[in-house]
């Protein structure tokens, strides 16, 4: 492995974090203001259940507050809009989190949009997807959000870079291709049915691969010394009857020749949390309106 040319993204999501905590550490001495984030729960979901504990880990760690609702996998709709009009009207919560997916009877979307565009740290709202799709400031999602972070750290300027984002889902494809453009990157949106995606990943300096298809990006489809972003989180079995998670991009294939790329584990992923984090803080000092600490 080419440690020079990996993307540690557990230490980077670490740096992150330590900047979320120093902010938060400001905001209550300057202005006496404690960042909430809440999350909403519903049903068992095991890898709902290990994803929220963690983002309550680090939301305590930071010195926020961390409000968690747990509800009946057989709760109604009514009853989870009724937590969300309830969090919407806590002052002491910045940012409110549903956690995806809901069980059936639930419809997603019906929740998403109940929830204050100012206090959606998921960036999921449509009012949030249409300020950033104009460019007008937004919470954005925090993958893309993430992604870009890295982008920005590794090389840099990112103008007039082509790029191109293979996968087009309203939470990592079409925000990242917004982000890129507003970093004056010339944007490809490329997705599973796309023809010739293999010429047109060679022409490009940046992949972003968030398609949901493991090892979908063969290495030689990279050109040399172009940078990869694999947002890919798939599980695949093993030999021995156990499973290991692979990203979109074949890793092994790409290392060769690419230039600065993302492991799967290790790379994107932990950067999501580390951006809710720093999308609660920046909804806070929206809602007192002060500008963030530094």
């Known amino acids: ?54 983002k309550a880990k680090q939301t305590v760690e930071a010195g926020m507050r961390s409000d968690e609702i747990r509800l009946e996998a057989t709760a109604t709709q009514d009853e989870v809009l009724a937590v969300v009009d309830r969090l919407n009207a806590d002052p002491g919560i910045h940012g409110i989190l549903v956690q995806l997916p809901l069980p059936a009877q639930i419809e997603e979307n019906a929740v998403l949009d109940r929830i204050d565009p100012a206090k959606d740290v998921d960036g999921f709202h449509v009012i949030n997807t249409g300020r950033l799709q104009v460019g007008l400031p937004a919470l954005v999602p925090c993958t893309p959000r993430g992604c870009i972070m890295m982008l920005k750290d590794r090389l840099g300027d990112l103008s007039g870079k082509n790029a191109i984002v293979i996968g087009r889902s309203n939470i990592v494809g ?12 010339t944007v490809t949106i490329a997705h599973s049915r796309t023809k010739d995606l293999p010429e047109l990943c060679r022409r490009q300096d940046i992949v972003v691969a968030a398609v949901g298809r493991p090892h979908f990006v063969k290495g030689d489809w990279i050109a040399p010394g172009a940078t990869v972003i694999d947002v890919g989180i798939n599980r695949i079995p093993k030999d021995d009857g156990k499973t290991r998670l692979v990203g979109d991009v074949d890793y092994d294939g790409a290392i060769g020749h690419s230039g600065p790329i993302t492991p799967v584990p290790g790379g994107v992923g932990p950067m999501t949390i580390a951006c809710l984090l720093a999308n609660t803080v920046t909804a806070c000092c929206m809602a007192n309106g002060i500008d963030e600490p530094a």
């Open 1 to 54: 492995m080419s440690d020079d040319k990996r993307i540690d993204g557990k230490a980077f999501a670490a740096s992150v974090r330590e900047r979320v905590k120093r902010q938060v550490d400001a905001l209550k001495a300057d202005h006496g203001i404690t960042p909430g984030l809440a999350v909403v729960l519903v049903g068992e979901d095991p890898a709902s259940q290990v994803y929220v504990r963690n």
């Open 174 to 185: 079409k925000p990242m291709a917004m982000l890129l453009l507003q970093e004056s990157c």
